[in-house]
């Protein structure tokens, strides 16, 4: 299993329950994807708050699908639907909706190299400093 996470800033008229911590609005769309089924698994509403922890990987995920858990103590989806005899390979959906994953796989891997560019520029920037004193 390979998981992402792909959060997308709600417009200003969406009006969302954040789902972690219940108390604040949400401020962003997270969906998380398994990239080895090619399937989104998971779509929940974050506020910043929560995508902070997230993205501080403060947020426990379920070991055997990846979901984020919501309430540490309640069960994760993917048990009640093994309970149920239900999985994400028995639905019927077409291939066609899923192809936004190939985006979501672009969107994190420019999201990281961002990241890391910020990194370089920012210790660049602090080496001027270091040399002139």
Do not use: W
Request: net charge negative.
């Amino acid at each position: 299993m390979k998981i992402i996470h792909t959060s997308v800033r709600l417009k200003g008229k969406e009006k969302h329950n954040c789902q972690f911590c219940d108390k604040v609005e949400a401020s962003y769309l997270l969906r998380t994807s398994d990239l080895m089924i090619n399937k989104t698994i998971d779509i929940n509403y974050v506020c910043s708050s929560c995508k902070e922890k997230l993205d501080y990987n403060q947020i426990n995920e379920c070991s055997e699908c990846g979901r984020l858990k919501k309430n540490p103590t309640k069960k994760c989806l993917c048990v009640y639907m093994k309970e149920n005899g239900l999985g994400l390979e028995d639905n019927s959906d077409s291939d066609d909706d899923y192809n936004p994953l190939e985006l979501e796989r672009q969107i994190n891997t420019l999201q990281e190299e961002k990241n890391q560019l910020v990194e370089e520029v920012d210790t660049h920037l602090e080496a001027p400093e270091v040399s002139k004193d």
